[in-house]
């Protein structure tokens, strides 16, 4: 049965990549995803028959892959107008796909690009937050203050912790995250909505990865939410493994004796060997 998702949370999560058949061995291989097509012509990932993720033929810039975030609202024409008047740029007109819905293209003050989608018959990921699936949102960014004002005001979004990360809420429950990206990373890491994917064992998978040919960028142990793994898929796509038991814990609001702070300073960074 297919998901709703809270106006302002995100709801769908899309790879633009260049060579779908490899995405496709990829993405088979690593979470037992299938490719389908809606009516449309639009080409879906499927776990056992359900859409758990989109595809665009074609990488957003610089030829590589990579994974776009949709949020869901209620009218896209008004998203324009928020995103403009919070310091944004509207980079796609809305643009209705038959009975589904109208999505829209957005770039933040620091040009982090996401889409926003107004559902008419189908509202996102039909599953989600299970493993080999979809399971949680985070921007990381260098300009934390800009993120702090822009994304409330477009979205309407509430915010949980100061300092080093951020939970955003919706209707008072955590729908995503931020992180600061540290001084010392180079200038081409660039800020960016990151997809983490849920996965039963953490290490297992991330082998797994390797072997059908991604690269292991970084492991990290969050003093919270515990270990995951980033990595880029065989056509450069930047994604995150998590655990999927994690994800209960992410979603937890914060109670009021609880930390405000989730230190990102407070993690262990293993480069890959």
């Not at 909505?193 to 970084?218: C, K, N, S, T, Y």
């Amino acid at each position: 049965m297919e998901q709703r998702y809270p106006l302002g949370s995100p709801c769908w999560v899309e790879l633009s990549a260049e060579d779908i058949d490899e995405a496709a061995r990829f993405y088979r291989g690593l979470f037992g995803w299938e490719v389908s097509r809606l009516e449309s012509g639009y080409p879906v990932f499927t776990l056992e028959g359900e859409a758990v993720a989109g595809i665009w033929p074609e990488p957003v810039s610089g030829g590589s892959a990579s994974w776009t975030v949709y949020f869901a609202v209620e009218d896209i024409r008004s998203l324009n107008s928020l995103v403009e008047d919070a310091g944004g740029k509207v980079v796609l007109e809305p643009v209705p796909l038959e009975d589904h819905g109208v999505l829209g293209g957005y770039i933040d003050r620091e040009r982090v690009h996401f889409m926003g989608w107004e559902p008419h018959g189908r509202y996102g990921a039909e599953v989600s937050g299970r493993d080999c699936t979809w399971g949680w949102t985070e921007l990381v960014t260098r300009d934390v203050e800009g993120a702090k004002d822009f994304y409330p005001r477009v979205f309407g979004w509430g915010r949980v912790g100061e300092g080093d990360q951020t939970l955003w809420t919706v209707e008072g429950r955590p729908v995503a995250s931020m992180a600061p990206i540290p001084p010392d990373v180079p200038g081409e890491g660039l800020s960016a909505w990151i997809v983490q994917f849920a996965v039963p064992d953490l290490m297992e998978w991330a082998r797994r990865a390797e072997d059908l040919g991604a690269h292991r960028i970084v492991e990290f142990d969050d003093p919270v939410h515990g270990p995951a793994v980033a990595l880029t898929g065989t056509q450069n796509a930047i994604f995150v493994l998590i655990p999927t038991s994690s994800l209960e814990t992410r979603r937890r609001t914060p109670s009021p004796g609880a930390p405000k702070v989730l230190s990102r300073s407070g993690r262990i960074i293993r480069p890959p060997a």
